[in-house]
């Protein structure tokens, strides 16, 4: 596969069917492509955001998550816009891989979108934003982990909320 197929694949699969009504050949090609980005020297950006906004709604096959290690070799500085930009994103899956890798970037700019996710009407993008807000600096953060805790219904978004704010108190939780 070169990158220009990469790139064109990944253009027509914005977001992947979801894993029950996509095809074998789809998740191959989208393997490929992934394996191909990881391959390249220098990294080539262009595939921040077009494997950010690549997952379906609904996913059943692990190899999305890889995308955390696709991410690990940019620069902060051109990771983080997409990272805001997916989690602004109505896919549940996109803002909840999202507002998990958001985790490995302690960055002040990511703090009012995770604000925003923690507030999510997707439970996963509230627990996943709750567990990278431990990562972030600022005082605001403790307050909202607080009023989300006090309204949250969800047992484990529950958790990820009183384990992030056990963490920034230095608690064990």
């Known amino acids: 596969m070169t990158t220009n197929e990469a790139i064109a694949f990944l253009t027509a699969h914005q977001p992947m069917p979801p894993d029950d009504m996509g095809t074998q050949e789809e998740i191959d090609q989208w393997i490929e492509s992934f394996n191909h980005a990881m391959q390249l020297e220098p990294p080539d950006p262009r595939f921040i955001s077009l494997f950010l906004n690549s997952f379906p ?3 059943e096959i692990g190899a999305y998550q ?18 805001i930009s997916a989690l602004d994103s109505s896919n549940p ?15 002040p700019r990511l703090i009012s979108p995770l604000l ?41 978004v529950r958790e990820s909320i009183e384990d992030t704010i056990a963490e920034r108190l230095g608690i064990e939780p």
Do not use: C, K, W
């Not at 999510?120 to 009023?147: H, K, V, W």
């Open 66 to 83: 890889n995308v955390d290690s696709l991410l690990a070799r940019y620069e902060a500085d051109i990771v983080v816009p997409e990272l």
């Open 57 to 59: 709604e609904r996913i």
């Open 93 to 107: 899956s996109i803002q909840g891989f999202a507002a998990q890798f958001s985790r490995h970037y302690p960055d």
């Open 116 to 156: 925003a996710a923690l507030n999510s009407r997707f439970a996963d993008s509230r627990a996943f934003a709750a567990m990278s807000l431990a990562s972030q600096l600022g005082p605001l953060i403790d307050q909202a982990l607080t009023e989300a805790l006090r309204r949250e219904r969800d047992p484990d």
